[in-house]
């Protein structure tokens, strides 16, 4: 039988998803006509997501933020620094090879794996190990109380000094793993974690200090992938453009599914196993856990699993097909020129559909005691992934050098930290990492490779230099917007305050006469 609370998570996942199905429709049934298999797979597709990211959230708020808080609370009363060195850098490495959405972006790269016996695993390993250094890291920032923007400027100004030896078709993939890395998996857990360790302290430091795991979690994976780029000496990447998938009648459709729901079955189970298993150890040895908080943990486990399930099964088998085809269709209406506002379009309404930024959102708001809303953080995101993707539409349409628009928004993003609360600046930097998930992943960017296809005759090169990077600009976007946000914020209490002091001034002048 349904919960209430499942329900109304299933009935929130819905009023997510509405937008972007009914911004398809309208397309399909005007300027992009779509084939109707296709459209079948879309619409079982969202349905899948509307479950999922129901079923996925419910079950996050049971399992995954409850074991990561009492983790990190765990591991900073231990006091020993080389505890919390050695569990962090694990746990980052265990979350990160999870990762789904990682998956797919190491099967992609083929000009590294066919360079070592390993495959597509060392980019996998590459990434995770870029993770748990930078999440032990980020971890004993907090412990050490240092402050989160210089970290992020010394980290991101070696990332792009790192970039400078690597060729400019690795600069994309790069900075693509970043966003890639922290999903649905990882973002739950490496937030409670930080929430768990900056709760033993009281204030407004420890609120701080709760935000800026994923930050750093998600700068890691961009140096390790460029020193990796080094150290093979990659020049060129290849992209094999994979066919659409033939769907003439239901039967097709069944067979699309029923092999989505394997793949995507296999993919969870590997994920979750690894967190279960450290879960049962850290059971074993704290205790931390009554049977009753057990049992309820295992059926959040349950719920996250299969909620995953089907919402990967639904993005990637509904959603990545119609996003191929919609960006073939567009690049062909007025020279490709309404990528831009459809983009736009798409982006102000696609974040809201990710599992991971409705976590971000509740943890915001529980965190600064209902002073950020949920809804005010989401019209941030929307509003900065709004533009970035219309900026990712432009840069397939002319060529424009990735840099010309990473350099310069990062470097804003990263002189904005001395303007903006801590508080907000972690929350944006957080926000680049989650922003960027799976919808991202297969709606997208296979919409970039469609339109990139269909304007460079299927060249290889231009897709890994001109359709990818789309998930970079999506990571980069909230760190402009949220911060600026935060100033926003700053001057309203500023100017609240400043009256409440005029007219406690005025009280007291009346008092005196």
Known sequence: MMTKALRDKIVESLTSILPITLIVLALALTITPLDTGVFVLFFIGVFLLIVGMGAFTQGADMSMLVIGERMGASMTKSRKIWLIALLSFVIGIIVTIAEPDLQILAKQVSSIAEKTPLGSWLLILTVAVGVGVFLTIAMLRIVFHIRLSILLIVFYVGAFIASIFVSPSFWAVGFDSGGVTTGPMTVPFIMSLGVGVASLRAGKEGRDDSFGLVALSSVGPVIAVLVLGIIFKVNDLDYAVA?????????????????????????????????????????????????????????????????????????????????RA?????????????????????????????????????????????????????????????????????????????????????????????????????????????????????????????????LHGGSAAFVMTDAFGCIAFVALAPLISIQILGILYKQKKSKIKRRFLTVEEKFLQYEVD
């Open 243 to 323: 066919a659409a998938p033939v769907v003439g009648d239901t039967r097709d459709v069944l067979l699309q599914y029923a092999h989505g729901f394997a793949d995507y079955a296999q993919e969870v189970g590997i994920a979750i196993a690894p967190i279960v298993v450290f879960f049962i150890l850290f059971q074993l040895i704290t205790r931390s856990f009554r049977k009753r908080q057990l049992v309820k943990i295992i059926i959040g486990f349950l719920y996250t699993a299969v909620g995953l399930m089907l919402f990967l099964t639904g993005a990637n088998t509904g959603f990545m097909p119609i996003g």
């Open 326 to 454: 919609i960006g073939n269709s567009l690049a062909g209406v007025w020279g490709g020129w309404l990528l831009i506002p459809v983009g736009m379009l798409i982006g102000y309404f696609v974040v809201a559909a990710e599992p991971a930024v409705h976590v971000l959102n509740k943890q915001v708001e529980r965190m600064s005691a209902g002073a950020i809303s949920a809804k005010s953080m989401k019209r941030g995101l929307c509003a900065g992934v709004c533009i970035a993707l219309g900026l990712a539409m432009l840069r397939i349409l002319t060529g424009i050098n990735i840099f010309y628009i990473l350099v310069p928004g990062y470097a804003v993003a990263l002189v904005l930290t001395f303007f903006t609360p801590d508080l907000f600046t972690g929350i944006a930097f957080d926000s680049g990492g989650v922003a960027s998930g799976a919808m991202v992943s297969s709606f997208v960017l296979p919409l970039a490779i469609g339109a990139c296809c269909a």
